[in-house]
């Protein structure tokens, strides 16, 4: 019996090692393999829930352990002490992780004259950390937290407004984009004049493949000195990881600003939920009057939660595509090509081999992105520098799924403050690097403009 278990592990192992290691077939990357954003972890659902499903091809323990992170991701947390999921605050953004990524997408942004809702604000003051990340604002640290518990002051709301600015296509078409303005109001002590970012929610799905892609394939792809001379310079943002105590390549954020799922997941518990955990020990109130000392010890979310959640968050598959062989989505395609929004949405990436978790192993996937900062112009920038990247720059956002917004969000609110009211406002917000791309959209024709419109509703 002993002598059959060793064989068939050993032949299991042969057997991971070679789906893991198998050649990377460039040729994959034909007209079919558009359907199959993320290879085999591409799941058939264009629906309401087209977001939310795990990987194919897992052993059911796994499955196991990304259902439990589900869960963990859905719970509501409390004040403590409770029986469960308790930490809550003192002071907090939201109650759990999918009120702000709702259904695994994209989060909601405040309309006219409405207070903070589900968008987050990034603040700081000029200047750079210990680890030369932002400069935290005292007394408020480097996240405004818009709620607090019963009987504790939040640290401050922030009223939403905007400008609208008319303008023309070649052909004469109107549009309009609108500006944000931001206003931080009711803070419980005065602050000071600071850096503020808006930032929506991003959607969830698919981050662990991103992960997979190696570091020396984003690092290849950066020309910060555009030596091309294309007009391109993408660069990567080197931040602080808390697990290795030094600076590594960021990937993660609306600016890359952070290394790993395992360090989103923990930092969002600890920033947006007051929840402590091994990675962030510290309440995000310590050191101001909201403080509470800790009622959980030694800190709020355990171990195994917090990795369970990382796991659900590595593991949610990718949505198919839809009408990839209709003519006018070809078009679009080519166009999308042609005006050069390509070369920093990358339709192409491949994940690295790994023989220890297999459904992510040396995969084809188009994501559309390449994972590098890029100087989006004074149109788009916040102003605030985050580690490497400067006030103007943000880290390309991956395209896939994105035509599916309104259909599981309700939305089509895009770009990282969601002030773009639809995908042709989102793309006439770049500037930068993209300002030649732009003006070639306001010179398509109206046909060929829808021609584009449509392709990006077909990821």
Known sequence: MRTTKVILLLIGFIALVHFACRKFDLNASSPNSDWLSASNQTVFDDGSGAFSHMFNGMPEYLKNVHEIGDQQFEATFVTAPAPHNPGLGPIYN??????????????????????????????????????????????????????????????????????????????????????????????YIPIPQVLLSARVAPPVFGLGLLEAVSDSDIEGRADPNDLDQDGISGKTNYVWNVVKQKKTLGRFGWKANQPSLLQQVAAAFNGDMGITNYLFPKESSDGQTQYVGPVVYPYELSDSLLHSVEFYTRTLAVPVRRKVNDQL??????????????????????????????????????????????????????NRPDFDANGREWRT???????????????TNFL????????????????????????KVRNLSKK????????????
């Open 448 to 459: 060929d403009r829808d021609a584009l419109i449509s392709f990006l509703e077909s990821l």
């Open 397 to 411: 956002t991956p395209l896939w799924g994105i035509g599916l917004t309104e259909k599981v969000n309700g939305h």
């Open 329 to 382: 989505i070809i078009q679009g395609k080519q166009l999308f090509i042609s005006i050069g929004c390509a070369k920093c949405h990358v339709p192409d990436l491949k994940t690295a081999v790994n023989v220890a978790f297999s459904p992510i192993s040396n995969l084809l996937i188009h994501p559309y992105t390449d994972l590098l900062l890029h100087d989006m112009g004074d149109g788009l920038a916040d």
């Open 94 to 187: 939201n109650v759990s992780c999918g009120s702000c990524h709702i259904s695994d997408g994209r989060g909601k942004i405040p309309g006219p004259g409405e207070t903070a809702a589900n968008t987050l604000f990034r603040i700081s003051i000029p200047g750079q950390d210990e680890h030369g990340g932002p400069m935290p604002v005292p007394g408020f640290g480097t996240q405004l937290q818009t709620r607090g518990v019963i009987g504790i002051r939040p640290e401050a709301d922030v009223r939403t407004s905007y400008t609208e600015t008319a303008y023309s296509f070649a052909d004469g078409s109107t549009y309009s984009l609108r500006s944000p303005q931001y206003d931080i109001i009711n803070p």
């Open 416 to 439: 990282h403050d969601g002030r773009a009211r639809n995908l042709m406002e989102a793309i006439l917000w770049h500037g930068g690097e993209a300002q030649n791309a732009k003006n």
